[in-house]
């Protein structure tokens, strides 16, 4: 339970980031479908977080698996030495605040995606309780 806790404490934290050292990602594009990426350090952490936001409505759980993947692996290459957490969000409409974003469970609530570092591997992984 303490894991889940700190994976939602983590993933709220990341959204929260000031913008310094946010970098804009063209990466997730799904067909039919507004998005915006970016990946950020969380300091305190150590690892790098990437948020790909869908606006106005989200692609099917496939196509956002396909998206997040895409843009672990541009965010591996930009910087493979830090473990990378990578989520999906939706926000209803353009224009709405960022903090009103929806977390996305494209693997079911107790799965995330990532990239490892010391093994150099984008996965699935699941939350250990």
């Known amino acids: 339970m303490r894991n889940a806790i700190w994976f939602v404490t983590f993933l709220f ?3 929260a980031s000031v913008a310094a050292g946010v970098t804009k990602f063209k990466c997730g594009i799904v067909q039919g ?9 969380i300091p305190s952490q150590g690892i790098n977080s990437v948020d790909l936001t869908f606006i106005g409505g989200a692609p099917s759980n496939n196509q956002i698996d ?12 930009r910087d ?3 473990d990378i957490l990578v989520s999906a969000w939706l926000r209803k409409r ?3 605040d960022w ?3 929806d977390l996305l469970h494209p693997y079911g609530s107790m799965k995330y995606l990532s ?4 093994s150099k591997t984008i ?3 699941d939350f250990k309780l």
């Open 123 to 125: 996965a699935v992984r």
């Open 99 to 101: 903090r009103d974003d």
């Open 33 to 41: 479908f507004k998005s915006e990426a970016e990946m950020k350090l």
């Open 94 to 96: 353009p224009g709405d």
């Open 66 to 77: 396909q998206a997040l993947r895409e843009c672990a692996a541009l965010a591996a290459k």
């Open 80 to 82: 493979p030495s830090k």
């Open 115 to 118: 990239y490892q570092a010391s």
């Open 13 to 15: 934290a990341s959204q």
